[in-house]
């Protein structure tokens, strides 16, 4: 999520000509720069809260019939409590951004960490489904609080020169969440309840609170006079062609992955379904790892290589006849190409925007996400689950054909150092 910089100065070696020295990715002018090692302890600090903001949200996918029998509803009514959740984080991204601007931003954090222990403590005990579903709601705006600092935050706590890696750390949480903590949060439905599974969840964000009160430090928000309307970031320089690959990358993962049971119905793996997930999963931890490790150097490559893997996955799970056989290598193929994508995007947004165009991401992340879930429906009703990896390829070619063409502005070729 960083250009290419040189070690050994911090220096950007791809910034060019006119480009605004406030959308560089290293930290904010006025912050005092740290140096030497990250600071481990805050990063993962704040990677938890990403963790928690997404086991927040989806966990009730893996308790969905209990939880609508105990709040006497449908489970498709029941389902309205994910939906509620990221509605609520799309839409609320950029007017809570505008509306704490002047807050500090430990302060900010904090309270959206303790909206989810109180969100999650609800969530356990009541028995009314529109109460439920208000403070579903309101952890859907809290999560749209974490979304927009995290970037912003680790660009602070690290060195110039390991601000790509800082925000990988940050960013780890979220495929961790998908990939281990909500198949243990179902495991743990199923052996003491949801309702106690919730309040295990409560537990950990009440623990995450005290952690982020003694280990991050404070920053303080903007001031009135130096506050930019967010929607000005559309008007730098590469902030709309990183935002365009965010919202059709998210469309093509989020209509595979939301009905990935039908199509491997279809493909006679359902029964391998928890297998299938957990492959996808440690394929994506691989991921976030070499992206980590790279991302500071290799923004660019490793873009083009997400999205390459990800289409070749697309195109294995087109061969007619294909199969289980096929299954496991282009889910291994998706989960590389997934893994790192959240890290590589927000880094080239804060890269060409700053901190500013962080609730645009935001809000074109979660909204795609809601729209793959809708748009996913109407292709199984309409032409079955075998349109799903035709549809995924028609996103993402023209994803790879922006991602090389912003060659100057969104996903620079790295400089020779000088």
């Not at 740290?34 to 809260?49: I, N």
């Not at 039908?262 to 029964?271: E, H, I, K, T, V």
């Not at 901190?355 to 292709?379: C, E, H, I, K």
């Amino acid at each position: 999520m960083s250009m290419s910089q040189t070690p050994c100065t911090g220096r950007p070696t791809d910034a060019l000509p006119g480009r605004p020295t406030d959308a560089l990715p290293g930290p904010p002018t006025g912050t005092p720069q740290p140096r030497g090692k990250l600071p481990l302890s805050a990063l993962l600090a704040l990677a938890t809260a990403a963790f928690m903001a997404i086991l927040t949200e989806a966990l009730p996918a893996g308790v969905l019939p209990e939880m609508a029998r105990d709040l006497s509803v449908s489970e498709p009514a029941a389902g309205q409590t994910l939906t509620v959740y990221a509605i609520a984080t799309g839409l609320s991204a950029l007017p809570v951004s505008a509306a704490t601007a002047g807050w500090r931003r430990k302060r900010l954090v904090l309270a959206a960490v303790v909206t989810f222990a109180v969100a999650n403590t609800v969530t356990a005990l009541s028995s009314q489904y529109l109460l439920t579903m208000a403070f579903r709601l309101a952890a859907g705006v809290a999560a749209a609080v974490v979304w927009a600092e995290l970037v912003g935050y680790a660009r602070r706590l690290a060195p110039p020169h390991l601000v790509g890696r800082a925000i990988a750390i940050t960013m780890a949480g979220v495929p961790l969440a998908l990939s281990l903590g909500i198949p243990v949060g179902t495991f743990l439905g199923g052996l003491v309840g949801w309702r106690a599974t919730f309040g295990l969840v409560t537990a950990v964000s009440v623990g995450l609170a005290v952690w982020i009160a003694v280990s991050v430090p404070d920053h303080p928000g903007r001031r009135p006079g130096k506050r930019e309307p967010v929607l000005g970031a559309l008007r730098l320089p590469g902030v709309v062609p990183v935002l365009f690959v965010v919202a059709a990358y998210v469309l093509a993962h989020n209509i595979l992955y939301t009905y990935i049971a039908a199509f491997l119905d279809a493909r006679g793996a359902g029964g391998a379904r928890d297998t299938v997930l957990l492959v996808l999963g440690l394929a994506s931890v691989v991921s976030i790892v070499v992206t980590g490790v790279l991302v500071d150097r290799r923004l660019r490559t490793l873009t083009v290589a997400s999205t390459a893997v990800f289409l070749a996955a697309a195109a294995l799970l087109t061969v007619p006849g294909g199969g289980q056989a096929l299954v496991y290598p282009a889910v291994v193929l998706w989960g590389l190409g997934w893994g790192g994508v959240s890290t590589l995007l927000q880094t080239a947004v804060a890269a060409a925007g700053g901190d500013r165009a962080q609730p645009l991401l935001v809000t074109t992340w979660n909204s795609f996400m809601a729209v793959g879930g809708a748009a996913g429906g109407v292709l199984l009703d309409a032409a079955g689950p075998d349109s799903f990896p035709w549809t995924v390829l028609a996103l993402l070619v023209p994803v790879l054909l922006v991602v090389l063409g912003a060659r100057r502005h969104g996903f620079p070729a790295p400089r020779a150092s000088r």
